[in-house]
């Protein structure tokens, strides 16, 4: 599979690509509908468009007064990744919008994901991918996926074995980088605090008022 790299994702993203942003895994886009008839014609466009593009159909959300549509390819381990032909696909997708008079709006796009501490992910991996999925086979690398995205996916961050308890959960919330240092402050205005922001914009670690954390990630200084 012909894989593009974050930082040529974010390059295509600045060179016309603006109606999108490059979130954990997908390449994402929110559009904003007159009505929600002009919304279900634009899906029913995307899903023509992309069978003529030999392509998968996209992930699609219609909701009131808008459409969330994500994109990418899954390997043959399963794995998802955006591709060139993701790229062209999304071209495609953002001329429609216009044509049936939505408006992007990349700010507000977001993906979360569950992250667990583990020193074993081929321990951990099979229960966690059968609780969520009902099949314990629904794990890819180091997270395991719902193939449906019923539910968010869970990714095993590696760590060193240990038995003083601490926080082993946490919440990765992926959002567009333009929107992470606003989201961020009406965290912390709420009463979070910064952990460590150390590798911003990558990701910065909060706490809520009780100590329990959440990296809130963009897909800026990534490869």
Request: proline letters at 5%; charged letters at 25%; one cysteine or more.
């Amino acid at each position: 599979m012909d894989k593009v790299s974050n930082r040529d994702i974010l390059e295509s993203i600045a060179q016309g690509l603006n109606d999108w942003r490059k979130l954990a895994q997908p390449l994402a886009a929110r559009y904003r509908a007159t009505d929600t008839v002009s919304g279900a014609a634009f899906v029913g466009a995307v899903a023509q468009a992309s069978v003529t593009a030999g392509h998968d159909v996209p992930e699609i959300r219609l909701g009131p007064g808008l459409v969330d549509v994500s994109l990418f390819s899954v390997d043959e381990k399963g794995a998802r990744w955006v591709t060139p032909k993701d790229l062209e696909l999304a071209r495609v997708i953002s001329a429609l919008a216009r044509e049936h008079g939505l408006t992007a709006a990349p700010d507000e796009v977001a993906q979360l994901e569950i992250a667990l501490d583990t020193a074993d992910d081929t321990v951990a991996g099979p229960f966690w991918a059968a609780l969520l999925t009902g099949d314990a086979d629904n794990t890819v690398y180091d997270t395991a996926f719902d193939p449906t995205n019923r539910v968010p996916s869970v990714w095993f961050q590696g760590t060193d074995a240990h038995r003083t308890p601490r926080q082993r959960w946490h919440l990765d919330l992926w959002l567009a980088p333009e929107a992470a240092l606003t989201r961020i402050g009406a965290a912390l205005a709420a009463g979070g605090t910064v952990v460590d922001d150390s590798h911003s914009p990558s990701y910065i670690v909060l706490a809520d008022p009780e100590g329990n954390r959440v990296c809130v990630c963009t897909a800026v200084d990534r490869d």
